[in-house]
């Protein structure tokens, strides 16, 4: 069973900077690509950036320069270095992954950015 825990949400003032973490359960880490997605009040849930198994990576045009998505398959675990933060960038952010042909999400975090 693949499961995806999030962590590293929460409350910061525009051009702050938050780190998300993602931790994947299961052997499958190294070999799958990873992505953060997030989804603000009555908006549709979008791609921010994705993550591939040999280290290759694409972003949402609305964060490129601003945000980082790493891996570190020793700990099974993805994050989003999310740097000058706008107001625009609230959200509750999800890990994904597929793995067998299905997605798995995580259970998603908040980010609340406001002065």
């Known amino acids: 069973q693949v499961q995806l825990v999030e962590s590293g949400g929460g409350l910061v003032q525009p051009g702050g900077s938050l780190r998300l973490s993602c931790v994947a359960s299961g052997s499958f880490f190294s070999i799958t690509a990873m992505g953060w997605y997030r989804q603000a009040p009555g908006k549709q849930r979008e791609l921010v950036a994705r993550?591939?198994?040999?280290?290759?990576?694409n972003y949402a045009d609305s964060v490129k320069g601003r945000f980082t998505i790493s891996r570190d398959n020793a700990k099974n675990t993805v994050y989003l270095q999310m740097n000058s933060l706008k107001l625009e960038d609230t959200a509750v952010y999800y890990c994904?992954?597929?793995?067998?042909?299905?997605?798995?999400w995580g259970q998603g975090t908040q980010v609340t950015v406001s002065s």
């Open positions: 994904k992954t597929n793995w067998g042909g299905r997605n798995y």
């Open positions: 993550i591939f198994s040999g280290g290759d990576t």
